[in-house]
Antibody, heavy 120, light 106 residues
Framework: EVQLVESGGGLVQPGGSLRLSCAAS????????MSWVRQAPGKGLEWVAN????????YYVDSVKGRFTISRDNAKNSLYLQMNSLRAEDTAVYYC?????????????WGQGTLVTVSS | SYELTQPPSVSVSPGQTARITCSGD??????AYWYQQKPGQAPVLVIY???ERPSGIPERFSGSSSGTTVTLTISGVQAEDEADYYC?????????FGGGTKLTVL
């Protein structure tokens, strides 16, 4: 059974940093692209970043470029999102999602999400 | 930037057919995907590559494509189908989601 479990969310002040983690199990982690998708309170879904199987390619939505860094550790079956210079508009539930495809991406399994709140 | 347009809400009675549309200029060239999200839960993939259904998704869920519009059809709607539904596709910048449609089962 595919399982994705996020952790690391919490309350952080504007300008602060946070590192999210996603522990994967039930599939060959190193064979899949992985992504982070977020959802602001009461709003829709927004893709944030994705990373290739070996970590050699990483892509970001424009609003987080230069502030967020996606990474992975295939030996630990883990995905990460380092978030720096956080802003109020980054407040959201962040989902880890297994990603299918190299040109047309979609998300076939999702974690339960971790809430990030950016507020003073 | 690329946009996918969905109606904010759709309402149907139990047993009827619900149709949720998603429009986007690139849809003739890119596949569309559909996710169901119930309150407080993570999204679940219900349709991929316009019309394919993942294992475990009921047969009443189907997808179709025509030009710049894709449609999620739920036949014989049940109370448990009440949820938000999001379409998703991609452009050169990455994956893009529609704004979501709230399906209400009357």
């Amino acid at each position: 059974e595919v399982q994705l479990v996020e952790s690391g969310g919490g309350l952080v002040q504007p300008g602060g940093s946070l590192r999210l983690s996603c522990a994967a199990s039930g599939f060959t982690f190193s064979s899949y692209w992985m992504s982070w998708v977020r959802q602001a309170p009461g709003k829709g879904l927004e893709w944030v970043a994705n990373i290739k199987q070996d970590g050699s390619e990483k892509y970001y939505v424009d609003s987080v470029k230069g502030r967020f860094t996606i990474s992975r550790d295939n030996a630990k079956n883990s995905l990460y999102l380092q978030m720096n210079s956080l802003r109020a508009e980054d407040t959201a539930v962040y989902y880890c999602a297994r990603t299918v495809g190299a040109t047309t991406y979609y998300f076939d399994y999702w974690g339960q999400g971790t809430l990030v709140t950016v507020s003073s | 930037s690329y946009e996918l347009t969905q109606p904010p809400s759709v309402s149907v009675s139990p047993g009827q057919t619900a149709r949720i549309t998603c429009s986007g200029d690139a849809l003739p060239k890119q596949y569309a995907y559909w996710y169901q999200q119930k309150p407080g839960q993570a999204p679940v993939l219900v349709i991929y590559k316009d019309s394919e259904r993942p294992s475990g998704i009921p047969e009443r869920f189907s997808g179709s494509s025509s030009g710049t519009t894709v449609t999620l059809t739920i036949s014989g709607v049940q109370a448990e189908d009440e949820a938000d539904y999001y379409c998703q596709s991609a452009d050169s910048s990455g994956p893009v989601f529609g704004g979501g449609t709230k399906l209400t089962v009357l």
